[in-house]
């Protein structure tokens, strides 16, 4: 049988990604009245990380852990791939060992091909296109926090990045309104925007995306591996930080996330990250009960 993957959000159907929200808000019940489950007992992960990582890293051995199973880190520093080893090899080798794959990567081509020749599903950590998992987390934490985002507003700050590109996708996933404010030539890929049935729409003023939002949502001006762009960035992006005076024009009652690392002072006031609106803690905590859930649609189907 062909493995299932998971490389971008598409991967699963809306119905899919509703039962999964709904899973893993179970499955973070589980785990507080601290009742076991291992549903993947015996089984192991091999996680390859080519850019750095705190919670995808912590929360996928974290979920490995309590389901049961275990999780192999490896680093470009430690495999054959960092030192050449065609991806398309790698992908036989490892998916002969292991039950499941979890890559971070640059290239989201290269993760493409790792699946194309993996015997086992492959999930993407991050790649510079898409960060699908983190949009299980994010879905999660607003279900949990105001319900169904059916018709709701979320406004994009930032960059058009591997962030954004997963929230088009959610949007027309959970049908939501996205307003994305980005400054000229941060803008997301054409060809994904064009893909969300007109629930995706590109605003440069920041002020107009926040407007009766019922999420606000922003991410690093310089990703990993655009750190020399960092001074460029940090000009083109200046107006687009969210600030107490942004939040605003939102609903009273608007939720602020950020997927995390953030920088305080630069894409969010410290006020507003660390403030009311807040809720990047459950967000990130989010990550280890949807992939739970993610690893369950994927290997216990
Ligand atoms: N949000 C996120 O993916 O964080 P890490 O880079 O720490 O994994
Ligand atoms: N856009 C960020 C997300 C990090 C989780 C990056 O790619 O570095």
């Not at 987390?137 to 279900?143: G, I, K, N, W």
């Amino acid at each position: 049988m062909e493995p299932r993957h998971f490389l971008s959000l598409p991967d699963i159907s809306a119905t899919e990604l509703r039962a999964l929200i709904h899973r893993a808000i179970e499955l973070k019940a589980l785990r507080a009245r601290g009742d076991s489950h291992e549903p993947l007992r015996g089984k192991v992960m091999g996680m390859i990380f080519e850019k750095s990582s705190t919670r995808t890293r912590v929360s996928f051995e974290t979920a490995m852990i309590q389901f049961g199973g275990q999780a192999i880190f490896l680093s470009p520093r430690d495999t054959q791939l960092g030192r050449g080893e065609p991806v398309e090899d790698t992908a036989r080798v490892i998916s002969r060992m292991v039950d499941v794959v979890m890559i971070r990567t640059y290239e989201h081509a290269k993760i493409e091909r790792f699946a194309d020749f993996s015997q086992v599903p492959v999930i993407n950590a991050l790649t510079d296109r898409e960060h699908p998992c983190q949009l299980l987390a994010d879905m999660q934490t607003y279900v949990e926090h105001r319900g169904d985002i059916r018709g709701r507003k979320v406004a994009w700050l930032g960059d058009g990045n591997n962030m954004c590109h997963s929230y088009i996708h959610a949007a027309q996933l959970l049908d939501f309104e996205l307003a994305i404010a980005s400054p000229e030539g941060y803008d997301p890929d054409p060809d994904i925007l064009r893909g969300a049935g007109g629930r995706a729409h590109l605003i440069r003023d920041p002020e107009s995306a926040t407007r009766g939002a019922d999420l606000v949502v922003t991410d690093v001006w310089a990703s990993m591996g655009q750190e020399e762009e960092h001074l460029d960035r940090h000009r083109a992006f200046a107006p687009y930080q969210v600030t107490a005076e942004l939040m605003q024009p939102a609903q009273p009652d608007a939720l602020f996330m950020h997927c995390l690392p953030a920088h305080r002072g630069e894409e969010v006031a410290a006020d507003v990250i660390d403030g009311p609106h807040s809720v990047v803690w459950d967000e990130a905590e989010n990550r280890l009960h949807s992939q739970k859930a993610l690893l369950e649609l994927l290997l216990c189907h």
